[in-house]
């Protein structure tokens, strides 16, 4: 069965360090997430990606962050200057459309540790 | 604006027993709802959605949910716990307000007691 799959499992950084987290996306889907759960609440939208471009954000996702689709099958979440609040699980997901009649599929997440 | 509330962040059930997770929504248009688990060291996987169609909808590993508009619920429940329904549960909603978004709850983690 295709899977969204996530690397690394877990990252630990020093505060203010670039850091790159990876996700592979389902091959046929067209729309890519990036969601995070700090410890002990919900699990928040970041930004949602389609046709190389941004489609949406969330106030979190400010200029520290950015997305890139590199190649045909890889999709990056940066985090330029690293700060102990980013420390949460990013969870990476791709939909096969845009509308809400589909699910998302979610990838098993990395654990970013910012130290 | 869209939220989701789940009450009760631990629930422990005996095995056997049933299992009823809570969950409400605040939309202002029609939702469609989502359940997602999560096994320990695994990602979010869908277990049943809600989308306008039939209100009691059937999941995977013996799940279901009702929507209950007046109740503005979609309380996920399962008549027979096993061990390995020992889970992260979330609820989420996607309304065409929210664009691609999904709004997720902040999970239950559901215990089962052998």
């Known amino acids: 069965e295709p899977e969204v799959t996530q690397t690394p499992s877990h990252q630990v950084t020093q505060m203010g360090q670039e850091v790159i987290l990876r996700c592979v996306p389902i091959s046929n889907h067209l729309y890519f997430y990036w969601y995070r759960q700090i410890l002990g609440q919900k699990v928040e939208f970041l930004v949602s990606?389609?046709?190389?471009?941004?489609?949406?954000k969330s106030e979190i996702f400010d200029d520290q962050f950015s997305v890139e689709r590199p190649d045909g099958s890889n999709f990056t979440l940066k985090i330029r200057s690293t700060k102990l609040e980013d420390s949460a699980m990013y969870f990476c997901?791709?939909?096969?459309?845009?509308?809400?009649?589909?699910?998302?599929?979610f990838g098993q997440g990395t654990r970013l540790t910012v130290v | 604006a869209q939220s989701v509330t789940q009450l009760g962040s631990h629930v422990s059930v005996s095995e056997g027993a049933l299992v009823l997770l809570r969950c409400n929504y605040s939309?202002?248009?029609?939702?469609?709802l989502f359940w997602y688990v999560q096994y320990p060291n695994q990602g979010l996987q869908l277990l049943l959605k809600?989308?306008?169609?039939?209100?009691l909808v059937k999941g995977i590993n013996g799940f279901e949910a009702e929507f209950k508009k007046s109740e503005t619920s979609f309380h996920l429940t399962k008549p027979s716990a096993h061990m390995s329904d020992a889970a992260e549960y979330f609820c989420?909603?996607?309304?065409?307000?929210?664009?691609?978004?999904?709004?997720f709850g902040t999970g239950t983690s559901l215990t089962v007691i052998p």
């Open positions: 989420a909603v996607r309304t065409t307000n929210t664009g691609n978004q999904f709004y």
């Open positions: 939309s202002s248009v029609p939702p469609y």
């Open positions: 809600y989308t306008s169609a039939a209100t």
């Open positions: 990606f389609y046709n190389n471009e941004i489609s949406e």
């Open positions: 997901a791709s939909s096969r459309g845009r509308d809400r009649y589909f699910e998302a599929f």
